[in-house]
């Protein structure tokens, strides 16, 4: 049975940082690409880093240089270091594998940017 479970997030000042890890099971982890998703209210869920196996990354734009993506795969895990947040941060982020089973989700953990 495929699981993420999400953790780490929390109401930071702007400027602030968190950091959000995801354990992965179910998954031949070490072989698979990971990603982090978010989800801000009435918008789509969109991914916004992600990691090959081999440590490979990308990310998208509006965090490029602020997060970096790593991975444990000793662990099961993947973090998600996030600097410099700003309020357009806030968000429920989530953990997948790629591929992952259809409607396979973690719980997801919030984040939460206000002064």
């Known amino acids: 049975q495929v699981q993420f479970v999400e953790s780490g997030g929390g109401v930071v000042q702007p400027g602030g940082s968190l950091r959000l890890s995801c354990a992965a099971s179910?998954?031949?982890?070490?072989?698979?690409?990971m990603g982090w998703y978010r989800q801000a209210p009435g918008e789509h869920r969109d991914v916004i880093a992600t990691?090959?196996?081999?440590?490979?990354?990308d990310y998208e734009t509006s965090v490029k240089g602020r997060f970096t993506i790593s991975r444990d795969n000793a662990k099961n895990m993947v973090f998600l270091q996030m600097n410099n947040l700003n309020p357009e941060d806030t968000a429920v982020y989530y953990c997948?594998?790629?591929?992952?089973?259809?409607?396979?989700w973690g719980q997801g953990t919030q984040v939460s940017v206000s002064s």
């Open positions: 997948r594998s790629f591929p992952a089973p259809d409607g396979v």
């Open positions: 179910g998954i031949i982890f070490s072989r698979w690409t």
């Open positions: 990691i090959t196996a081999n440590g490979n990354t």
